[in-house]
């Protein structure tokens, strides 16, 4: 991919004239920091298992152990990323327009370590800890139980803790699904960066900025089949496409 990219005027203008940005990120913004995409084969031992098999409540029934193997495989892989060039330039688009909702599907927590401080956590944080009973998240340090426990428990219930992510089958939580809902019918732009649109309810929140009258753009080096109804697609990775985006606005 090189590092030539070409940004649509009139989706910088339309930037510049926006009163409300709505962003949307997937897992090809964080895979310039070394955090493989849902997409992408795992690495080593987990280079056998399909996440979406994991990330379920079934396989945490099954086999809580194996689950919080994954997890904290996950955790201590995203706690050595760096926020990158991608992640920075969000945060610098922030104090640039009037009002930026970021939603991300993400889990890994690098767009507050980029400097974002309002973002929507769509499918939760990979570093909080849920009761799997009551459903509350609990103060993470828990999980470093004593010598770290297998499947770590809650100190309140004594049922097994969970990360505090949303699972294939489960619900967004309420107020992450309304504001997101919300902030896509207000705005006046919609970047849709680094996702496969595949997964829902995520991938309708465009639908719903193109319905109401946005304008929607893609930042994906491989254009989702969705790109051909938006108004811009660009076809390059988030970390060089951002970084000049940013560029031409500021200028
Ligand atoms: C729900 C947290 C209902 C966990 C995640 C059939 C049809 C439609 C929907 C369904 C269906 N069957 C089931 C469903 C629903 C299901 C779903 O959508 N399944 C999919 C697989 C079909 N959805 C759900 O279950 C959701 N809940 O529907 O609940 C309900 C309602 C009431 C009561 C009970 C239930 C919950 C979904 C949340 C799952 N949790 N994550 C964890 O992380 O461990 S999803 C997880 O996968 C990620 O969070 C992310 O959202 C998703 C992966 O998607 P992407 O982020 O897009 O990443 P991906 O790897 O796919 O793509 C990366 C892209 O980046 C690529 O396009 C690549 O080209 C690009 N890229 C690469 N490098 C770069 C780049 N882009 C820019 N720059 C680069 N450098």
Same mark, same amino acid.
């Given at each position: 991919?090189?590092?030539?990219?070409?940004?649509?005027?009139?989706?910088?203008?339309?930037?510049?004239?926006?009163?409300?940005?709505?962003?949307?990120?997937?897992?090809g913004?964080?895979a310039?920091?070394?955090?493989?995409t849902?997409?992408?084969?795992?690495e080593?031992?987990?280079?056998?298992?399909?996440?979406l098999?994991?990330a379920?409540?079934?396989?945490?029934?099954e086999?809580?152990?194996?689950?919080?193997?994954w997890?904290?495989?996950?955790?201590?892989l995203v706690?050595?990323?760096?926020?990158?060039?991608?992640?920075?330039?969000?945060?610098q688009?922030a104090?640039?327009?009037?009002?930026l909702?970021?939603?991300?599907?993400?889990v890994?927590?690098l767009?507050?370590?980029?400097?974002?401080?309002?973002?929507i956590?769509?499918?939760?944080?990979?570093?909080?800890?849920?009761?799997?009973?009551?459903?509350?998240?609990?103060?993470?340090?828990?999980?470093?139980q004593?010598g770290?426990?297998?499947?770590?428990?809650?100190p309140?219930?004594?049922?097994n803790?969970?990360?505090?992510?949303?699972?294939?089958?489960?619900?967004?939580?309420?107020?992450?699904?309304?504001?997101?809902?919300?902030a896509?019918?207000?705005? /006046?732009?919609?970047?849709?960066?680094?996702?496969? =649109?595949?997964?829902?309810?995520? @991938?309708?929140? &465009?639908?719903? %900025?193109?319905?109401?009258?946005?304008i929607?753009a893609?930042? /994906?080096?491989?254009?989702?089949?969705?790109?051909a =109804?938006?108004?811009?697609?660009? @076809?390059a990775? &988030?970390?060089v %496409?951002?970084?000049?985006?940013?560029?031409?606005l500021?200028?």
């Amino acid at each position: 991919m090189t590092d030539r990219v070409d940004i649509p005027g009139a989706l910088t203008s339309a930037l510049r004239d926006a009163r409300h940005v709505c962003v949307l990120t997937g897992a090809g913004i964080s895979a310039e920091s070394g955090v493989p995409t849902f997409r992408d084969a795992q690495e080593g031992l987990w280079a056998q298992y399909d996440p979406l098999q994991l990330a379920t409540p079934e396989a945490f029934e099954e086999n809580p152990t194996l689950i919080w193997q994954w997890y904290r495989w996950r955790r201590e892989l995203v706690a050595k990323a760096k926020p990158n060039p991608g992640h920075l330039a969000l945060a610098q688009l922030a104090g640039l327009v009037p009002r930026l909702t970021l939603v991300t599907q993400n889990v890994d927590g690098l767009h507050q370590r980029a400097g974002n401080t309002d973002v929507i956590e769509f499918h939760g944080n990979l570093f909080d800890d849920r009761c799997h009973a009551e459903g509350c998240i609990i103060d993470s340090s828990s999980s470093q139980q004593h010598g770290e426990p297998d499947v770590p428990t809650c100190p309140r219930c004594g049922a097994n803790l969970r990360p505090g992510v949303v699972w294939f089958g489960e619900a967004i939580p309420d107020v992450a699904l309304n504001e997101s809902f919300a902030a896509a019918a207000d705005c /006046n732009v919609f970047l849709s960066i680094g996702t496969s =649109s595949l997964v829902y309810p995520a @991938a309708g929140i &465009a639908d719903i %900025a193109r319905e109401n009258g946005a304008i929607v753009a893609e930042i /994906n080096p491989e254009p989702t089949m969705r790109a051909a =109804s938006y108004d811009f697609s660009i @076809a390059a990775n &988030a970390g060089v %496409a951002l970084p000049k985006l940013l560029e031409l606005l500021a200028a």
